[in-house]
């Protein structure tokens, strides 16, 4: 662009029409607020009981090898240690994450959310 080219730009500071550039930061600003939620949106939600699932693996067996297992059986899983589980609410995968140690009892850190559409 050459140093005497002027190009016309709306001004923000103003208030006008629809055409003003103030129009553009207000409609920017509303989506803004429409978009703020807090917990207290879900609070109707809040009692609804719901069924969380941290699968450390799976296997496949055998009914036979089923009834052939005791106290301290190993049963090999399809998962490495240190690979993430997978964390389902009502049957359906809803996350990832690393299995913790919290006192005396085993818990579940989420490291990644999954999107709808996305396991």
Same mark, same amino acid.
């Given at each position: 662009?050459a140093?005497?080219?002027? *190009? ?6 103003t208030?006008? &029409?629809? #055409?003003?550039?103030?129009? @553009?930061?207000? +409609? ?21 009981? *719901? ?8 296997? &496949?067996? #055998?009914?036979?090898?089923? @009834?052939?297992? +005791?106290?301290g ?47």
């Amino acid at each position: 662009m050459a140093p005497n080219d002027e *190009v016309d730009l709306p001004d923000l500071g103003t208030e006008g &029409g629809p #055409e003003s550039g103030s129009a @553009l930061l207000r +409609s920017d600003l509303a989506s803004e607020n429409e978009t703020k939620r807090s917990a207290h949106d879900l609070e109707a939600v809040f009692d609804v009981p *719901v069924t969380v699932s941290a699968v450390l693996g799976k296997s &496949g067996m #055998e009914v036979s090898q089923l @009834l052939k297992l +005791s106290k301290g059986t190993i049963v090999e899983l399809d998962r490495k240690v240190g690979e993430a589980i997978d964390i389902y609410v009502n049957n359906r995968l809803v996350a990832r994450g690393e299995v913790v140690l919290v006192e005396d009892r085993l818990g579940v850190t989420m490291t990644e959310i999954i999107k709808a559409g996305q396991s």
